[in-house]
């Protein structure tokens, strides 16, 4: 699925658009960026309440296709600036982590 989807899935607003053609392959939720980490697969779509620019350097350094912020969080500005120097694909969904993270796992399986 493409993160263009997935936007639609979530009735996420998206916020930066790297690459609405990046494929999400599997799903990752955490708040705790040294899990995230050290944890999250690449690929992968984030589900995270954080909105910090640290947001987008994990992101990088996992190389998710996309950070989805939930209960429509809103990023930062120094997260939203940093998210499209970088390309990140950033995404606001008003749905739980929990919600967000069951919608695409129906849509993977």
């Not at 995230?36 to 620019?53: E, H, I, L, Q, R």
């Not at 190389?63 to 390309?87: H, I, K, S, W, Y």
Request: net charge negative; proline share 3%.
């Amino acid at each position: 699925m493409t993160v263009g989807r997935l936007a639609d899935i979530l009735g996420a607003r998206i916020a930066v658009l790297g690459d609405g053609e990046r494929e999400v392959l599997s799903g990752y939720c955490g708040d705790f960026l040294s899990n995230v980490m050290g944890k999250a697969p690449a690929d992968c779509a984030w589900f995270t309440v954080m909105s910090n620019v640290n947001v987008c350097a994990v992101a990088s350094l996992t190389d998710c296709a996309a950070v989805v912020l939930c209960e429509g969080t809103e990023p930062d500005a120094a997260l939203a600036e940093r998210a499209a120097q970088n390309e990140v694909n950033l995404l606001i969904t008003p749905l739980t982590v929990y919600e967000a993270a069951v919608e695409l796992s129906r849509h993977l399986n």
